[in-house]
């Protein structure tokens, strides 16, 4: 079995892999739903925009509650903190996951055009609201969260929903948030055809070089602001205690680990790389839908990157920041999990590809119409 450093890199790399998957999948759902208004003039349009999500939600968001349950049982002191620290914005995304499938489901209950229209707004905000409060989160961990542990590890926190929203923050949910467009443009020009292909057509470029612009704009704001460093050395197979390290923290410091390691920089290039190949390959769907799924990718692992080893870090006492070597459950925890997850992901994984594979091809009017149990 692995040593406890070991196994507590292999979860920091498998939360990423989780969260990556979670942008990857679901994020097209989100593009699409924030896109519904602008590409589906139409309620024909509207049902075949719909239909080309509704069988791949639910599976797609697996990997959301993946993550979820990863941060719990990998990391619970991360878990506790910020679910507790950021509970209005767990809720404000929560709710409109919630209405989703309401939206889903009952839009087509009545031929009523206010009914629809209601539904149709509802699923509208459950693809902005998730895509951007995601980014803000991420941009608040970079500008550090308020919050604090006591000589008995208690936690408490000074954190507000408004506190949260700050335009350095905003700034990362807009990157969010026009990665997800630009990823469900794409999802829809490969599973549409007609008029809402054509506007997803056209819109694609557009939407690419929104988010490159955006997330220059989010790189570059980031490098004069500070960042954290661990001043003090520290035992990778120590115990779980936030207690145990000095921190600095200093202008610039988040890019201090791309100095250090030019490697690293692969991962905005591939962010980049995939936001301006989409434009080249929209032509071709399928290899600009494999771009655009890059983009999550390259975005989340580049501020994980530059994140390591901190998972939250506390702005109030950034010495009891918690990272990768002091909130990991216990080494026969994560040997467990990482034995289960063995068997499990891979599970999850060949039944996705399985699912998408039956479910290949473009949804057509014909289709829906021929279908007399469509249930968009």
């Not at 989160?137 to 970079?142: D, H």
Request: hydrophobic share 55%.
């Amino acid at each position: 079995m692995f040593d406890y450093e070991t196994l507590r890199l292999i979860w920091w790399v498998l939360l990423g892999v989780l969260l990556i998957g979670f942008a990857v999948m679901d994020g097209f759902d989100f593009g699409t739903a924030a896109l519904l208004p602008f590409v589906a003039k139409t309620d024909m349009e509207k049902r075949i925009a719909l239909t080309t999500i509704g069988p791949v939600w639910e599976g797609n968001q697996v990997w959301f509650i993946l993550g979820g349950g990863t941060i719990f049982a990998a990391w619970p002191a991360l878990y506790a903190a910020s679910f507790s620290g950021f509970y209005l914005a767990m809720f404000l995304v929560l709710l409109p996951l919630i209405l989703r499938p309401v939206a889903l489901k009952f839009r087509s209950k009545m031929q009523s055009p206010l009914w629809r229209s209601t539904w149709d707004w509802i699923f509208f905000s459950s693809g902005i609201v998730p895509a951007l409060v995601f980014g803000v989160a991420f941009g608040n961990l970079f500008l550090g969260v308020p919050y604090n542990f006591d000589n008995d590890l208690r936690f408490s926190s000074e954190i507000t929903l408004f506190s949260l929203l700050s335009p350095f923050a905003l700034l990362f949910g807009l990157v969010s948030l026009s990665m997800m467009v630009l990823h469900g443009a794409s999802w829809l020009n490969l599973k549409t055809e007609g008029p809402v292909k054509t506007r997803c057509y056209a819109l694609m470029p557009y939407a690419a070089v929104t988010y490159m612009v955006l997330f220059a704009a989010a790189g570059l704001w980031l490098a004069t602001h500070t960042g954290y460093h661990i001043t003090s050395v520290m035992d990778h197979n120590g115990p779980s205690n936030p207690f145990l390290k000095t921190v600095a923290v200093y202008e610039g410091g988040w890019f201090t680990n791309y100095a250090n390691n030019p490697w690293m920089w692969i991962a905005p290039a591939l962010a980049f790389g995939g936001a301006a190949l989409s434009i080249l390959l929209r032509a071709r769907p399928l290899a600009a839908f494999v771009c655009t799924a890059f983009v999550p990718f390259g975005t989340i692992a580049s501020a994980g990157l530059g994140l390591f080893p901190f998972l939250l870090p506390s702005s109030t006492n950034p010495s009891v920041s918690l990272t990768v070597w002091d909130a990991s459950a216990s080494k026969l925890t994560l040997g467990v999990m990482l034995v289960v997850t063995a068997v499990i992901l891979p599970i999850v994984a060949t039944y996705t590809a399985w699912a998408y594979r039956v479910m290949r091809g473009p949804v057509s009017a014909e289709s829906i119409t021929a279908d007399s149990k469509s249930a968009y």
